[in-house]
């Protein structure tokens, strides 16, 4: 791992180490949160409260399965850690869930003694504890200390993108300088003509630059290539502008992007078949036991469509899967069975008329997904990959969007990265900026990125996020 990029990788997925610093000192609070519960409770009970090695395993349970609520329900998001006030909501569900999971568990695993009463003590003294922390390790997340320097080859309309991303609240970054590198009149007006600059590798090293990205509009006969293996040798990172932004917002940038760059950047590699064998175990696992656990569930709504509106209770429809081969989308139908003409495919609408009662509400609920299972249990999807597409709309976005076809090299999911990342539409538009993400789940694919996915498909389910 490179320190100066301010971010950890783990498993092809950059962290920022504000985020990882913020967890620890989190997982230490949930630790001591749950020690403190049960000395409280064992002193009411005037019972010895043992040694504290005895009860390791639970304590660790605790605090592991309240962080991951905390993970899935966002409190690690950019929103969380720029808004006390999000952050402290998002807590008080986080901490809540974990604890109805702990007393769940509490009750179907012999020996597992998570006491209620104790449960009780720990969330009060988890969620004061965790506010507390963000109150006083929060406010230097944003500060120099953890941003990179950040020096910018380039003053044109790229290097004006990066300074808008780096003015934001949430960005790990700090951009300390512009060098123009041609004659041509900068975007960027304060920007230092790489003329009046004597020893570039030196003016690196002055103003105490960690990574020095490129940002030129046109790289032939352009690059300062004595220049960046002066910097890049003494230890200062070097870095594209395509490379760059993939690691900062979490998608490929389809306006920058080239051929060479996909080849040769680090990703879509062929050491994945093991994690693709160990997806499919758990995907023939989970959708087995879910679509038992949710059959009635699904019979039952199944019926409601069919008492609220005329037709059939399960809507089936052809998307494109794995390799643009065509397959049946089953769902529990939310829209009149009149809802398009035959061979003309529509784009969903905010407020869909279409929509009827009872379909809003399994929408909102998301249980009208339920039924795709059995296309997980066959192997047609996964859990997590790229929502299919209509055959009629991949025709119309592959002539309109460049590399849409790349993300049909992953088999499609129920959730992804591009549903947690990006509010719900219908258009050319939003379809190339979900596209930009889910080239990035093509590109770096590993079963911890599913985790994360997995996760946070709770926060999109609690707060509707991206509901249609």
Same mark, same amino acid.
């Given at each position: 791992?490179?320190?100066?990029? @301010?971010? *950890?990788?783990?498993?092809?997925?950059?962290?920022?180490?504000?985020?990882?610093?913020?967890?620890?000192?989190?997982?230490?609070?949930?630790?001591?949160?749950?020690?403190?519960?049960?000395?409280?409770?064992?002193?009411?009970?005037?019972?010895?409260?043992?040694?504290?090695?005895?009860?390791?395993?639970?304590?660790? #349970?605790?605090?592991?399965?309240?962080?991951?609520?905390?993970?899935?329900?966002?409190? +690690?998001?950019?929103?969380?850690?720029?808004?006390?006030?999000?952050?402290? @909501?998002?807590?008080?569900?986080?901490?809540?869930?974990? *604890?109805?999971?702990?007393?769940?568990?509490?009750?179907?695993?012999?020996?597992?003694? /998570?006491? %209620?009463?104790?449960?009780? +003590?720990?969330?009060?003294?988890?969620?004061?504890?965790?506010?507390?922390? =963000?109150?006083?390790?929060?406010?230097?997340?944003?500060?120099?200390?953890?941003?990179?320097?950040?020096?910018?080859?380039?003053?044109?309309?790229?290097?004006?993108?990066?300074?808008?991303?780096?003015?934001?609240?949430?960005?790990?970054?700090?951009?300390?300088?512009?060098?123009?590198?041609?004659?041509?009149?900068?975007?960027?007006?304060?920007?230092?003509?790489?003329?009046?600059?004597?020893?570039?590798?030196?003016?690196?090293?002055?103003?105490?630059?960690?990574?020095?990205?490129?940002?030129?509009?046109? =790289?032939?006969?352009?690059?300062?290539?004595?220049?960046?293996?002066? *910097?890049?040798? #003494?230890?200062?990172?070097?870095?594209?502008?395509?490379?760059?932004?993939? =690691?900062?917002?979490?998608?490929?940038?389809?306006?920058?992007?080239?051929?060479?760059?996909?080849?040769?950047? &680090?990703?879509?590699?062929?050491?994945?078949?093991?994690?693709?064998?160990?997806?499919?175990?758990?995907?023939?696992?989970?959708?087995? #036991?879910?679509?038992?656990?949710?059959?009635?569930?699904?019979?039952? /709504?199944?019926?409601?469509?069919?008492?609220?509106?005329?037709?059939?209770?399960?809507?089936?429809?052809? %998307?494109?899967?794995?390799?643009?081969? &065509?397959?049946?989308?089953?769902?529990?139908?939310?829209?009149?069975?009149?809802?398009?003409?035959?061979?003309?495919?529509?784009?969903?609408?905010?407020?869909?008329?279409?929509?009827?009662?009872?379909?809003?509400?399994?929408?909102?609920?998301? *249980?009208?997904?339920?039924?795709?299972?059995?296309?997980?249990?066959?192997?047609?999807?996964?859990?997590?990959?790229?929502?299919?597409?209509?055959?009629?709309?991949?025709?119309?976005?592959?002539?309109?969007?460049?590399?849409?076809?790349?993300?049909?090299?992953?088999?499609?999911?129920?959730?992804?990265?591009?549903?947690?990342? +990006?509010?719900?539409?219908?258009?050319?538009?939003?379809? %190339?900026?979900?596209?930009?993400?889910?080239?990035?789940?093509?590109?770096?694919?590993?079963?911890?990125?599913?985790?994360?996915?997995?996760?946070?498909?709770?926060?999109?389910?609690?707060?509707?996020?991206?509901?249609?």
């Amino acid at each position: 791992m490179d320190t100066a990029r @301010a971010m *950890i990788r783990i498993f092809k997925h950059y962290i920022p180490h504000a985020v990882i610093l913020l967890g620890l000192f989190d997982l230490a609070l949930l630790l001591l949160a749950g020690e403190f519960a049960w000395q409280l409770r064992a002193a009411q009970l005037v019972m010895d409260p043992g040694h504290v090695g005895d009860r390791l395993q639970p304590l660790f #349970a605790f605090a592991s399965i309240v962080l991951l609520a905390m993970i899935a329900v966002g409190v +690690y998001g950019a929103e969380a850690l720029r808004s006390m006030r999000y952050a402290t @909501a998002r807590l008080l569900v986080a901490v809540s869930l974990g *604890i109805i999971a702990l007393s769940f568990a509490d009750f179907i695993i012999p020996g597992m003694a /998570f006491w %209620r009463s104790t449960l009780a +003590y720990a969330m009060a003294l988890s969620i004061l504890m965790l506010v507390t922390n =963000r109150l006083f390790v929060g406010m230097f997340l944003g500060t120099s200390a953890f941003r990179r320097r950040v020096l910018v080859l380039g003053a044109g309309p790229r290097a004006q993108r990066l300074r808008k991303l780096g003015e934001r609240p949430e960005c790990g970054f700090a951009i300390v300088s512009y060098i123009g590198m041609n004659e041509s009149q900068p975007v960027v007006e304060e920007a230092i003509a790489r003329s009046a600059i004597h020893d570039l590798s030196r003016f690196v090293e002055n103003l105490g630059v960690s990574e020095v990205v490129l940002a030129l509009e046109e =790289r032939r006969n352009a690059l300062p290539l004595k220049d960046l293996l002066r *910097i890049k040798t #003494a230890g200062v990172h070097v870095n594209d502008f395509s490379s760059f932004l993939e =690691r900062e917002t979490g998608r490929v940038d389809l306006d920058t992007l080239n051929p060479s760059w996909l080849i040769f950047s &680090d990703g879509f590699s062929s050491g994945r078949m093991m994690s693709s064998a160990a997806k499919r175990v758990f995907d023939i696992v989970v959708s087995g #036991a879910v679509l038992a656990l949710t059959f009635p569930l699904i019979l039952l /709504f199944a019926l409601l469509v069919k008492l609220d509106s005329r037709g059939p209770a399960f809507f089936r429809q052809t %998307r494109v899967g794995l390799y643009g081969q &065509d397959f049946d989308l089953i769902k529990l139908r939310s829209m009149r069975s009149d809802a398009e003409k035959p061979g003309e495919a529509q784009w969903a609408q905010t407020n869909d008329p279409r929509v009827t009662r009872i379909g809003r509400f399994i929408r909102k609920a998301r *249980i009208d997904e339920l039924p795709q299972l059995w296309s997980v249990l066959k192997g047609q999807m996964s859990f997590v990959g790229p929502r299919p597409e209509r055959p009629q709309f991949v025709a119309d976005l592959e002539e309109q969007l460049p590399y849409y076809a790349e993300r049909h090299m992953v088999k499609p999911g129920i959730t992804g990265w591009a549903q947690i990342n +990006y509010p719900y539409g219908a258009s050319t538009e939003d379809s %190339r900026h979900k596209l930009e993400y889910d080239l990035y789940y093509a590109k770096n694919y590993t079963p911890f990125l599913d985790l994360l996915i997995l996760l946070q498909t709770l926060r999109v389910v609690l707060w509707n996020e991206g509901a249609r």
